[in-house]
């Protein structure tokens, strides 16, 4: 495989979208919350029984993100993936962790207990290290997503190939479980246990889209593909179902579970793998650039917009102009936030990390030039 750009997967912007939506619609009518009082089943005519499976939008985004970040890091200088992935995460989320800390402080405190000093921890997205709860619970899957960038950061620091990522998409996994399972937490925590199956299967998928004519080579990729989506089956099934039950208080089905999450997986493939990836459409593409504001932005806020109106017009108004509402505040932080804010912070990580190596190479050469003068 070369390390030639790619052009932009339109189709797989849309499912990214299709993540997002499926998690916020589990927000807003899955899970029980107080936002729509007494009776919410009843008001929403018991659809939570099955927006709950969008839960599963998390599963969605980790096969992606292992697809994508492998395709940004391939052939790229470590600094300059740790730039991207700055620039991509941190600035809309800075504006999500502030937006929704001021939104509880002092809006709707009611909506959930949260301390100034939280909502500071929170902006370094590293409050799971520092012992500090979440603002907004969705920011898990961004801690997640952070521990995968961690690995993936240190496969590029050894040198990415075809050869070494499928080595990892069948090992790393297996791996990280035996930590999980053998008590070493600190290492399954690294090695992101719990869902290194899905990020692996996206590495392996990317994988084979270089490989589309290389008969036997298709073998092993594969392999690590239908591996992986098994142990991820094992692993988010009864752990998903569990918190369904808490959350919603139906009882999912875990037949339905087990094939979501090989949806997940099965919706990347024929994204990346057939004749879908030439779709091109800039609303696709545009619906992209909304998912990820819309994630971090939606659920208070959503709440807060339910809440003010469950108790003055129809469920289905109020769920309206929920939607409505996180769709227009994830636009505004993406052009006013993310467009201009992201190119501006990649290049100051981007100088920052080159600073150090740059000063290693001048002392390095230095000497010489020393040499040089005494005589």
């Not at 993540?19 to 919350?33: E, I």
Request: aromatic fraction near 10%; charge should be positive; proline fraction near 5%.
């Amino acid at each position: 495989m070369t390390s030639a750009p790619r052009p932009r997967l339109a189709a797989l912007d849309a499912l990214r979208f299709l993540a997002a939506a499926a998690v916020v619609l589990y927000h807003f009518t899955g899970r029980t919350s107080t936002a729509w009082g007494d009776g919410q089943a009843e008001r929403l005519g018991g659809v939570g029984a099955w927006t709950g499976y969008g839960s599963l939008g998390p599963e969605l985004f980790f096969v992606i993100s292992g697809f994508v970040i492998l395709m940004t890091a391939w052939g790229r200088p470590t600094a300059q993936v740790v730039a991207s992935r700055v620039a991509r995460l941190y600035p809309a989320y800075w504006v999500a962790v502030l937006a929704t800390g001021a939104l509880l402080l002092f809006l709707w405190p009611e909506g959930k207990q949260v301390t100034p000093q939280q909502v500071l921890l929170n902006l370094t997205m590293l409050q799971p290290v520092l012992g500090v709860e979440h603002v907004d619970g969705v920011y898990w899957t961004l801690w997640t997503e952070l521990r995968f960038y961690l690995v993936v950061g240190v496969f590029s620091l050894v040198g990415i190939t075809r050869r070494r990522v499928v080595a990892v998409a069948l090992v790393w996994p297996w791996a990280a479980l035996l930590a999980e399972r053998t008590g070493a937490a600190g290492l399954a925590s690294v090695l992101v246990a719990d869902y290194a199956p899905l990020f692996a299967a996206g590495m392996a998928l990317y994988v084979l889209t270089g490989d589309r004519d290389e008969g036997t080579r298709r073998v092993l990729p594969w392999v690590a593909v239908v591996l992986n989506t098994a142990l991820a089956v094992a692993l988010v099934v009864p752990s998903r179902a569990a918190v369904l039950e808490r959350t919603t208080g139906f009882a999912p089905s875990t037949v339905l579970l087990a094939v979501a999450v090989v949806g997940c997986v099965g919706a990347v493939a024929v994204v990346v793998l057939t004749r879908v990836r030439r779709w091109e459409h800039r609303g696709l593409v545009a619906l992209g650039a909304l998912t990820y504001p819309l994630y971090v932005m939606h659920d208070y806020y959503g709440l807060a917009v339910i809440r003010l109106l469950a108790e003055r017009v129809p469920a289905g108004v109020a769920l309206a102009a929920a939607l409505l509402a996180v769709t227009a505040l994830a636009w505004a932080v993406h052009r006013l936030v993310e467009v201009p804010c992201g190119p501006w912070l990649r290049r100051a990580t981007l100088a920052a990390l080159e600073r150090p190596r740059a000063a290693v190479l001048d002392r390095v050469m230095r000497g010489p030039r020393l040499v040089e003068a005494m005589a």
